[in-house]
């Protein structure tokens, strides 16, 4: 589990696919000095396990599955991507519960720069829209973000400038597609 507070950015150093697996390692710093193999980190709010860490390089598999429903799959050498380490017991909940399990992709329609702030709209799936609610909590890319306004195709939600410089939301572009994962809490009603 995470809370949606992103940790680092990393950058992708390395990608090797083959039929059912995809190998991804990571450059970090911070990240890579607390994890251990067979830790849980969250790589654009997509729940990964760490198989192997050498020269700043987290190492994490992912099945076929788990591309196939991810943006992962549209990853690129020297991409940057948010980290989360897993929510240790005790440990503060600045954001929500995040899972790690992406519910789907969606694609950006907007970016809208504001005086001091950013607005994202982001078009989602139409089967979803019972899981998005005006001040909810959503998580794009890992992110723990409150969603401001809710249409039937889209949603709307505010960056402040912290958010914007310290996830890969500024490398971010009209059309390019994020992991969104649904408020748990919201699913379960």
């Known amino acids: 589990m995470f809370t949606g507070i992103i940790k680092e950015l990393g950058s992708v150093e390395k990608i090797s696919k083959n039929s059912a697996l995809t190998k ?16 849980s980190i969250s790589i654009d709010g997509v729940c990964l396990t760490v198989t192997d860490k050498k020269n700043d390089i987290l190492f994490f598999d992912a099945v076929k599955s788990t591309i196939e429903k991810t943006n992962l799959k549209r ?11 897993a ?9 929500h519960f995040v899972l790690g399990h992406v519910d789907c992709e969606a694609k950006v329609k907007r970016i809208i720069k504001k005086n001091n702030y950013w607005q994202l709209e ?10 998005v609610t005006d001040n ?9 973000l409150t969603v401001k306004k809710v249409t ?3 949603f709307t ?33």
């Open 87 to 95: 929510l240790k017991m005790g440990g503060s909940l600045g954001g």
């Open 122 to 131: 982001v078009n989602f799936p139409v089967n979803f829209r019972k899981y």
């Open 157 to 189: 939600v505010d960056i402040i400038p912290f958010t914007y410089e310290n996830t890969n939301l500024k490398y971010k572009r009209v059309g390019d597609w994020i992991n969104v994962e649904f408020d748990y809490l919201l699913k379960r009603r």
């Open 136 to 144: 909810g909590s959503v998580s794009l890319n890992g992110i723990s």
């Open 152 to 154: 039937p195709r889209f």
């Open 75 to 85: 990853i690129k050498l020297r991409d940057f991507v948010n980290l989360e380490p």
């Open 24 to 39: 991804i390692g990571v450059k970090t710093k911070a990240v890579f000095e607390q994890a251990n193999v067979s830790d």
